[in-house]
Each structure stands twice: as structure tokens, then as C-alpha cells.
């Protein structure tokens, strides 16, 4: 399926394809997860979240590693090293308009960690709680 905003996506439950982002000064091969409805509808909140994801992130980068770090302090007791800790693997844009990052980490590789925009919110936990 084409989209003008998202380009070529393949379908499998969800609309997906993959791409290179930079994150935290890192580039990252990640999957791009379009959240489908029984229509199969992309929504226009969804294509303007994938317009500005890579900006919003690039703006809130010291906030968004402080999270992460505090979180695995609280959570696990732990500090981690953002570039060797965790590896970012999908960007998922929720109908609700949410969109999140999802990360696989050697910490907790049963629930992984997601960091999730909502309604201007940042917000950080496991995948479950996104997903």
C-alpha cells in the first residue's frame, strides 16, 4: 500500500515498512508500525505525528535520555549507558493518537521499554502499557 505522508508500506495486521533514523547520535535501522483499524484507514493524526516524530525527538533528546535513565534508576536500580543498554527497534503511531519508541534492552528483555508521546505528554514504561 502507498501513502502519500508514510510512502510504501507493506500490510501484515498493521501497516509497517523500515528506515534509518538518528537517535541519540546513533543511526538505527527501526520499523515504522501504522495502527490499523477494520478499515484499514491511516488517519490524519497519525500522518501528521509521522511528519514531526524525527523533529520532536531531535527537540526534546536531553529530556527524553533523562527519562530513560531516571526510570531504569527507579525501576531496576540501575544506570544505564544509552547507546550500549538499549537499542530503539520500532516507532509505533497509535488511532489514538499517540505515537511511541519502542526499545528492546539487555535489562528487561521480557517487556523491553517505550517512550510515548500522548496529548504533548512524555511518558516511559514498559511496551505492554503502550502496545
Known amino acids: 500500500m502507498f501513502d502519500e505522508i508514510f510512502g510504501q508500506l507493506e500490510h501484515k495486521y498493521n501497516l509497517y515498512k523500515y528506515e534509518t533514523i538518528n537517535l541519540f547520535g546513533k543511526d538505527y535501522k527501526v520499523k515504522i508500525v ?4 477494520e478499515n484499514d484507514t491511516i488517519l490524519e493524526i497519525q500522518q ?10 531531535d527537540e526534546n533528546k536531553e529530556k527524553i535520555i533523562d527519562l530513560i535513565k531516571q526510570y531504569f534508576l527507579d525501576i531496576y536500580n ?4 544509552i ?6 527497534v520500532t516507532i509505533y503511531f497509535s488511532r489514538d493518537g ?3 519508541i519502542l526499545f528492546d534492552t539487555n535489562i528487561d528483555e521480557e ?10 505528554k512524555l511518558s516511559i514504561g514498559t ?5
Do not use: A, C, T
Not at 517487556?111 to 504533548?120: A, T
Open 34 to 37: 501504522v495502527e490499523l483499524d
Open 48 to 57: 501528521k505525528n509521522y511528519k514531526e516524530y524525527l523533529e520532536y525527538i
Open 78 to 81: 540501575e544506570h544505564i549507558d
Open 83 to 88: 547507546e550500549s543498554d538499549i537499542r530503539p
Open 98 to 100: 499517540s505515537w511511541g
Open 111 to 120: 517487556n523491553g521499554l517505550v517512550v510515548f508521546i500522548k496529548d504533548s
Open 127 to 131: 511496551q505492554d502499557m503502550f502496545i
